[in-house]
């Protein structure tokens, strides 16, 4: 995997998903949008676990309500499985059912290509953004205004954007903004102890 920089932005480009200690099992973690918010698209964790089970995909595991799947597959292409998943969902609960699938090793770098400190102040809030299918990180940092200097930072991966913010001027960030923009439907958002625990999740899978 090759990872550069320019004009503070990182970027990485990955090659071939790796193969697992389970000879040909592949691990994923699959990140759903906008189920169990505000009392809409109310989906329980046996419910999600049935779904997936449905679609032959192995060790299924959820990680709270926010929508965090885990599990197995034989497949080595974790793009390929996001629409039969989207489609299991919406015919199973009648909602317009979004999601990006990231294979373990590809998960693990992103987290290693974000900026230097994301997570670890308390003094600042820590997002990782992830696009769905129908954009990348780098167009979607194209349609925004610059991250204001001295308030936030954004390092874009190839999967997600990770953000950090002073938490004493949210409202002034370009990330604030972009949650009132059209752009916003095309991204699953997770904090950073989330983003943090799944990663250990997905190593307990050997």
């Not at 999600?48 to 309500?65: C, K, M, P, S």
């Not at 990330?175 to 997770?190: C, H, N």
Request: proline share 3%; charged share 25%; glycine share 6%.
């Amino acid at each position: 995997m090759a990872l550069f920089q320019q004009h503070g932005v990182v970027r990485q480009i990955s090659g071939d998903v790796t193969i697992d200690g389970r000879g040909n099992m592949n691990t994923y973690l699959c990140l759903l949008r906008g189920i169990n918010v505000g009392g809409k698209n109310l989906i329980s964790k046996d419910q999600l676990i049935d779904v997936f089970a449905g679609l032959d995909l192995e060790n299924v595991r959820t990680y709270i309500q926010s929508g965090n799947v885990m599990f197995q597959s034989s497949s080595a292409d974790g793009a390929a499985m996001t629409a039969p998943i989207e489609q299991a969902l919406a015919e199973r609960f009648d909602y317009p059912a979004r999601a990006v699938v990231l294979a373990r090793e590809k998960y693990a770098a992103m987290l290693e290509a974000a900026h230097r400190g994301w997570g670890k102040s308390d003094e600042h809030r820590h997002n990782a953004l992830f696009t769905l299918a129908n954009i990348t990180p780098d167009r979607l940092m194209r349609q925004l205004p610059p991250p204001e200097k001295g308030i936030e930072t954004v390092s874009a991966t190839e999967h997600a954007l990770f953000w950090s913010a002073d938490k004493k001027q949210l409202m002034k960030t370009t990330m604030t903004k972009l949650t009132r923009s059209p752009w916003y439907r095309m991204l699953t958002v997770r904090n950073h102890k989330t983003v943090f625990k799944l990663r250990e999740l997905l190593d307990e899978f050997g």
